[in-house]
């Protein structure tokens, strides 16, 4: 019976299959102001800028925070969706769902119903920014639950910052009902 021990021992390899690490680097956008030699160690660092470890779409940004680094292939529900895209950005759901204005509109009017006003001072980019962050939540996950939140993937969040830009320049990212 030892014997039988002993052979599987040589066939039992643990963590033999490791991922190796990866170094992850920033592109800086305050660097650009600097002079000309920060410039160029900005260029270098953004070359550096790997997102391939945890992309497999080739539409994810870096994201600042490790929880917000997520592919759209790795959410079951938008794989389901995607059908033979290659990224949950390129179906046509998602561009009538979520980066529409006119949908986008009818949507903001049905929030203001439920919520109560908006002030007159938000800016109305950031508002239909967060309505399309509800639309593509309620188009994969449908109904989550109050306090319940998913992470959107990186890919969505990017197109969707692209379209209806902030302002200022800064987003606040993913958020637990609990960081308010």
């Known amino acids: 019976m030892t014997t039988d021990i002993e052979e599987l021992e040589f066939f039992v390899q643990p963590y033999q299959f490791e991922p190796s690490a990866r170094r992850v680097h920033f592109n800086n956008d305050s660097s650009e102001n600097d002079s000309s030699s920060s410039s160029d160690a900005s ?3 953004g070359q550096l800028h790997d997102v391939t470890y945890w992309c497999t779409c080739g539409n ?3 994201m ?5 680094r997520k592919c759209c292939n790795d959410c079951l529900q938008c794989v389901e969706k995607m059908g033979q895209h290659s990224c949950i950005c390129q179906h046509d759901g998602f561009v009538a769902n ?3 204005p006119h949908v986008l509109e009818v949507s903001f009017y049905e929030y203001i119903e439920q919520q109560g006003p908006v002030g007159d001072d938000e800016p109305i980019h950031e508002i239909y920014r967060y309505i399309a962050y509800r639309r593509f939540t309620r188009w994969i996950w449908h109904v ?4 319940k939140r998913k992470v959107i993937p990186s890919c ?3 197109k969707i910052r692209e379209t209806f830009p902030s302002s200022s320049g800064t987003y606040t990212g993913f958020k637990y009902p609990d960081d308010y």
């Open 98 to 100: 979520c980066l529409n």
């Open 144 to 147: 989550l639950g109050k306090k």
């Open 43 to 45: 260029e270098s660092e």
């Open 60 to 62: 994810c940004q870096q």
């Open 64 to 68: 600042q925070v490790p929880r917000d």
């Open 156 to 158: 969505v969040v990017n």
